[in-house]
């Protein structure tokens, strides 16, 4: 479940597998490490159990957020006043965003007797939820398929074909920087790496258009292809990310190096 | 009004301000005229190994080359941490007691002191100055923290505030103060990243500011690099390197003064001469040019580059989009950061306000916002440090991610990987790193379940982080509704018992009757209760329901009777249920205030240039 044999790339986030069993991100259970405490640690989530699927457990209709804010209030549209679309205007979405702060913040409302005060809390922890979701296009679409029951499923646990080159490539690049630092001459391995996050930001940003002009047809109706496009954009959005955020990384601890 | 404090508890210096109407103010000490309060304490020895009572300030600072063995600097750089944490320079540097505690004590004569005990110190002198000053007690305080501190040593903090005898209203990040003293200042509206590089701490934050409201976007940093720790030793290496008793504490004492002397000379002249004179009378005198210091630093200047850049990339923005670079901390005077800091960003840096007393100034605007006197002013800051559980195969996973805006909660399901657990634990832990041992253990708890086959168990586990940044994590087994929850005690960290027996211990509190101190801080509790929600009745009225103000009214005049009375827990009982009755019309008046902010979102708030 955690390889993909083909490649012996980590499912999640492309890294070797010999390097990483499993990731952070997808945390599968890897099946060789079963039972070696008997009161165990967690597991995340039960991907392979029948009937369950994993994404129905994001975090945001589980009950244990419902106990933090009534249900009505986990629609995260609802909370800005906004009809469900999955296209937003970023500028309208952050003036909501301050008259909400504005009104609610926890620091407003110090003198304030403590049944206010953990009501703002709360309400303030949903308003920044619900900004930080529908801000972000990728956030955003992802939560856009769950509350229309849909989800990434099995599409987000393999390296998505258009970018399987580039996914050899990084990691090439980056081995060969973690090797010149040892060696103790980064330079040349540096600006190839730089070299490739410039292409990985033009994955992105193309990426990001094309979510975009998804998400239009989707609101005006929408179809099936719509939906399979969208999954298939926000699947290689993820593995761009998680690139780009590894080379910036290594690029970081090259820099103060 | 009730008076809330600002403080600035440095590695190397301290301060303290406070909102004067709308200027935020430091506050000099009456006697001397001194605004900085050098963060260092000495425990003056009476020659049998007994410490007598502690020096703090420049007195202390005064000491600290005669009694390097009695005298802590850079206290600081220790809070939250564990004994596995110290590197070999702060061994040489200090002692430390080698009991088998979990927290980290120094240890002066025959007593030990943990850091916040240390810290608490400086913080007393600071609020004793600061009710000279203003005539009056002084109870509440802000304090800031740099914003790469994670939750032990925000909680280390917190500790140090309460043994002080304050009440630690907020804890503000470091160069989000700063913004908030410029934000007053000059600025209106625009992207600003500031660059505060300080005696044992280095931070840099990326705000958007708009119309008052102060939007942290990333941060980043290093707790454990400073002008005051790394520049002074640096220098005093290249000083001592060759002399036979470079390692001594006390000529490593004298030399950290002489490197420290000779930096701040250099931020205005080419070159100088350091010089010390040893206990035994030898002289050691070099000549350091700007050049040569500035090769010595240059790779310590250069680690402040890389948080720098990946605080961009996570606000998402290049350098030519940030409108301002503001300079804090005194080690922005030195040259070369100054210089380095204008190449990456592409423009000269700003530093109008004295760069010292800049943070003291913002938390002093903090307290303002606080206690009500501010109103058109809102800082929106983020928490520094991804946070998550250890899960199957000793992977870190990630509920909070890095740079999200507090306060915030995030719920996940897990379930187990072993049949028939009757119990999970859950290891919270604090990072980057996608390896659980390579993450800060924040905290370990468990809590039990239902037996059954692996993967059937749901366990919600929820994290909330409130406005200061610290975590209540809730862990909930669905089937049974069992569930746990814990303010988060970090593992290097005091616990309440601790904090307790500290301040029993302390001189100011030996004298007194710990239960007529309980009753009295009820009674006064119970008054602030009182006074908050009859405000709260006059201004909402038309939101109560039927009965519902008769009911509170009731509830006050029955706390009214038991503050009378002399049995604080029954004050803090009857407390709690006025609370509780008044809950409900607390949430309609939230409703209500939501309502409103929508409906007239593009008005804006607040007078703001």
């Known amino acids: 479940m955690t390889t993909n044999t083909e490649t012996a790339l980590c499912l999640h986030c492309g890294k070797p597998a010999a390097e990483q069993l499993v990731c952070a991100g997808c945390g599968v259970v890897p099946r060789g490490t079963l039972g070696l405490d008997p009161r165990g640690t967690l597991g995340l989530d039960s991907r392979e159990m029948p009937g369950l699927d994993p994404h129905d457990t994001l975090g945001l209709d589980a009950p244990a957020a419902d106990a933090l804010a009534p249900s009505s209030e986990t629609d995260y549209f609802a909370v800005f006043a906004l009809p469900r679309r999955p296209t937003v205007d970023l500028v309208d979405l952050e003036q909501r965003y301050y008259a909400l702060s504005r009104a609610l913040h926890p620091d407003l409302f110090s003198d304030r007797p403590p049944a206010a005060q953990a009501a703002s809390l709360r309400k303030t922890a949903l308003v920044n939820r619900a900004y930080k979701t529908l801000k972000d296009p990728v956030a955003r679409a992802l939560y856009w398929l769950e509350i229309h029951g849909e989800s990434l499923g099995r599409d987000n646990e393999r390296v998505p074909p258009a970018l399987a080159a580039r996914v050899f490539e990084v990691q090439e690049q980056l081995e060969e920087l973690r090797a010149a630092k040892k060696a103790g001459a980064a330079d040349a391995a540096t600006t190839a790496v730089a070299a490739v996050r410039d292409e990985l930001r033009d994955d992105l940003d193309g990426c990001d258009a094309r979510l975009a002009k998804n998400l239009e047809r989707f609101g005006n109706g929408g179809d099936a292809d719509a939906l399979a496009e969208t999954k298939k954009i926000l699947s290689e959005l993820h593995y761009v990310r998680t690139l780009l955020r590894d080379v910036d990384r290594e690029m970081g601890a090259s820099w103060s190096a | ?609």
């Open chain 2, 1 to 609: 009004m009730e008076r809330i404090v600002g403080i600035d508890l440095g590695t190397t210096n301290s301060l303290v301000a406070w909102l004067d109407d709308a200027t935020p103010r430091v506050i000099a000490d009456p006697a001397t005229g001194r605004v900085i309060v050098p963060s260092v304490v000495s425990f003056p020895t009476n020659g049998c190994g007994d410490s007598g009572g502690p020096i703090v300030g420049d007195e202390a600072r005064a000491l600290a080359p005669t009694a390097p063995a009695t005298t802590i600097e850079s206290v600081k750089r220790f809070m939250g941490l564990g004994r596995e944490h110290l590197s070999a320079a702060d061994r040489q540097r200090y002692t430390f007691a080698e009991d088998d505690g979990r927290v980290l004590r120094f240890t002066i004569g025959e007593r030990t002191y943990a850091p916040p005990e240390i810290s608490a110190l400086i913080l007393k002198e600071l609020k004793r100055r600061a009710e000279a000053a203003l005539g009056g007690e002084v109870k509440k305080a802000v304090i800031t923290v740099p914003a790469y501190f994670n939750d032990t040593q925000r909680q280390a903090t917190k500790d140090a505030g309460r043994l002080a005898g304050l009440e630690v209203l907020r804890l503000v990040n470091e160069p989000t103060a700063a913004a908030l003293a410029y934000g007053l200042d000059q600025m209106s509206a625009g992207t600003v990243a500031v660059y505060d590089f300080g005696g044992g701490t280095f931070d840099v934050s990326i705000l958007k500011m708009e119309r008052g409201i102060f939007a942290v976007k990333a941060t980043g940093g290093d707790t454990r690099l400073g002008g005051g720790d790394d520049v002074d030793e640096a220098v005093a290496d290249w000083l001592l390197a060759g002399h036979p008793q470079s390692a001594a504490r006390d000529v490593r004492a004298l030399a950290r003064r002489a490197a420290e002397e000779a930096k701040c000379r250099l931020s205005t002249v080419d070159a100088t001469e350091v010089a010390l004179t040893l206990a035994d009378g030898t002289r050691l005198a070099k000549t350091l040019t700007r050049a040569e210091f500035d090769a010595l630093i240059a790779p310590i200047v250069e680690r402040t580059l890389g948080p720098c850049r990946q605080a961009l990339a996570d606000a998402g923005l290049r350098p030519a989009d940030v409108d301002a670079a503001v300079l804090v901390g005194g080690s922005t005077r030195i040259p070369l950061v100054r210089a380095k800091v204008a190449e990456l960003f592409g423009r000269e840096p700003l530093c109008s306000l004295d760069p010292d007393q800049v943070v003291a100034l913002g938390a002093g605007v903090q307290a303002g916002i606080l206690s009500g006197r501010k109103k058109d002013m809102l800082l929106l800051d983020v928490v520094p440090l991804s946070l998550g559980i250890e899960t199957m195969g000793g992977v870190m996973t990630r509920l909070i991610e890095r740079n999200t805006t507090i306060p915030t909660s995030h719920s996940e399901t897990f379930t187990t990987a072993v049949d028939n657990q009757t119990a999970v634990d859950l290891h919270v832990l604090q990072g980057e790193r996608e390896i659980a041992k390579d993450c800060r253990s924040l905290a370990r708890f468990s809590i039990p379940i239902e037996p059954a086959t692996a993967g059937f168990p749901r366990v919600d586990v929820v994290f909330m982080i409130d406005a200061n940044g610290i975590l209540n994590v809730t862990a909930r087994d669905v089937r049974t509704g069992r569930e746990r929850s814990l303010d988060v005690k970090p593992s290097y960290g005091l616990t309440d018992d601790e904090v307790e027996r500290m301040l029993e211990e302390s001189i100011d509190y030996a004298e007194e009757d710990v239960a007529a101190r309980l009753l009295a801080e009820s009674r006064t509790e119970a008054a602030t209760l009182i006074r908050q929600i009859e405000r709260t009745l006059g201004e909402s009225r038309a939101l109560l329901e039927a009965g519902e103000e008769d009911a509170i009214r009731a509830a006050i005049v029955t706390l009214q009777q038991a503050a009378e009375g002399t049995d604080y827990n029954r004050v803090r009982d009857v407390a709690q249920a006025l609370s509780d009755v008044s809950t409900p019309f607390a949430h309609r008046i939230m409703e209500a205030s939501i309502k409103r902010a929508l409906e007239h979102k593009n008005a804006g708030g607040g007078s703001w240039v």
